[in-house]
Structure formats: structure tokens, C-alpha cells
């Protein structure tokens, strides 16, 4: 089974500030890197498909890099809006995994 | 506008059996393959199982495998999990989800529902 480790587990960030978070794979997963956010009491949201690609509707402060085993999600500017849990997944092999999620909250 | 609802859930005694539903609209379900991913209250997210578009493809995480079944009629629009010999640990909110583009491997889920609560507990 493929492990995503996201560090850091929780972040507090002021307004327009810039977040990163990284996930990392336990081995080469290529592209198959996606990002969600979910907020309290709601589904996940597609953020960002294959490690870069931006889902549509989606804020352009929001991108996503990486390849391999090691990807990174930015948050360009952070907005009230965006106090949320922000998970990494994996769809390269079964079973799909998915990292353990990193709360961003504004300070 | 592309919905999935989900239904089912209950709360269940340890060892019984539940089947979960997942309707689908806004979109031609029969050319997407769809998961289930279930998340225990205040932890992290979990896939559970996947079809592909013609059920030729399955998957189970281990935690779920030899106990939950899988399945879709594509007639209906709709995603099923048999859950049988449940446990205090499948206590979660059951997530159907449509991956992007349709593919088996690889594909991330664009689209999900609302989720229906699974307790098990006597």
C-alpha cells in the first residue's frame, strides 16, 4: 500500500499570506496526485487533478506541483474562505490511499 | 447539474448486514467508474471500493475485502455497497464519488455526494 504523508498536520495562517503543503509518496506514483478541501460539516472538493492541473471552478490562488513521490499544494494569497482540512490522494495503485489531512485555519 | 445522492445508512448491530445506494444525475453514469470512500467521524478520509464503468474492474481496501460487495446497474444510475459482518470500526460517513475522466487508474473524484452515516453499534 502506498502511504501519503502531508506535513504539516495543522497550519494558522493570516489573511493573504502564502500556505504551502507537501505530500509525500512511500514510493513513485507519478501524476496520479490529487488535492481536496473540505470544510466542516461538507463533502470534499476536487481542488487540483494530476499533481498540476487546476479542477475547474477552482480559485486560481489554488496550484499543485510535483511528480514522483513528492507534491506540493500552494495557497497564493489565503482568503477567510479558505479555513478548511486539505487532503492529498493517490490513484496510482490499489488501493487508492489518501494522506492524513492538514487543517488550515485563519489567524 | 451533476448530482449523487446517497442512502441506507442506519444505525446497525455489530454483525448485521446494510446496503448503501448511490443515485446518480447530470451525467451518463455508465461512462464513469465510481468509489466509495467513507470517512469516521473526526478522522481523515478512507477509500473503501471501486468499479469501473462496466464492472469489469472491482477493488476493496483490505479492511473491507471478503466483507462488502461492490456494485452498479448502469439502467438505473446507480452505485451499490453490500456491507455484511459489520464492525464498530465501519462507524463512518459513506461518500459515493465519480472520478473526472472516466478511467480506472489514475483519476481523481470530481464529484461527490452528501454522504449517509453507517453506526454500528449495539
Known amino acids: 500500500e502506498i502511504v501519503l504523508t502531508q506535513s504539516p498536520d495543522f497550519q494558522s495562517v493570516p489573511p493573504k499570506e502564502k500556505v504551502t503543503i507537501t505530500c509525500r509518496a512511500s514510493?513513485?506514483?507519478?501524476?496520479?496526485l490529487h488535492w481536496y478541501q473540505q470544510k466542516p460539516d461538507q463533502s470534499p472538493k476536487l481542488l487540483i487533478k494530476?499533481?498540476?492541473q487546476s479542477f475547474s471552478g477552482v480559485p486560481s490562488r489554488f496550484s499543485g506541483s510535483g511528480s514522483g513521490t513528492d507534491f506540493t499544494l500552494t495557497i497564493n494569497s489565503l482568503e477567510a474562505e479558505d479555513a478548511a482540512t486539505y487532503y492529498c490522494?493517490?490513484?496510482?495503485?490499489?488501493?487508492?490511499?489518501f494522506g492524513q489531512g492538514t487543517k488550515v485555519e485563519i489567524k | 447539474e451533476v448530482h449523487l445522492v446517497e442512502s441506507g445508512g442506519g444505525l446497525v448491530q455489530p454483525g448485521r448486514s446494510l446496503r448503501l445506494s448511490c443515485a446518480a444525475s447530470?451525467?451518463?453514469?455508465?461512462?464513469?467508474?465510481m468509489h466509495w470512500v467513507r470517512q469516521a467521524p473526526g478522522k481523515g478520509l478512507q477509500w473503501v471500493s471501486g468499479i469501473s464503468r462496466n464492472s469489469g474492474n472491482i477493488g476493496y481496501a483490505d479492511s473491507v475485502k471478503g466483507r462488502f460487495t461492490i456494485s452498479r446497474d448502469n439502467a438505473k444510475n446507480s452505485l451499490y455497497l453490500q456491507m455484511n459482518s459489520l464492525r464498530a470500526e465501519d462507524t463512518a460517513l459513506y461518500y459515493c464519488a465519480k472520478v473526472s475522466s472516466g478511467s480506472w487508474y489514475g483519476d481523481a473524484f470530481d464529484i461527490w455526494g452528501q454522504g449517509t452515516l453507517v453506526t454500528v453499534s449495539s
Open positions: 494530476y499533481a498540476s
Open positions: 490522494h493517490q490513484s496510482n495503485s490499489f488501493p487508492w490511499t
Open positions: 447530470g451525467f451518463t453514469f455508465g461512462d464513469f467508474a
Open positions: 514510493q513513485s506514483i507519478g501524476s496520479s
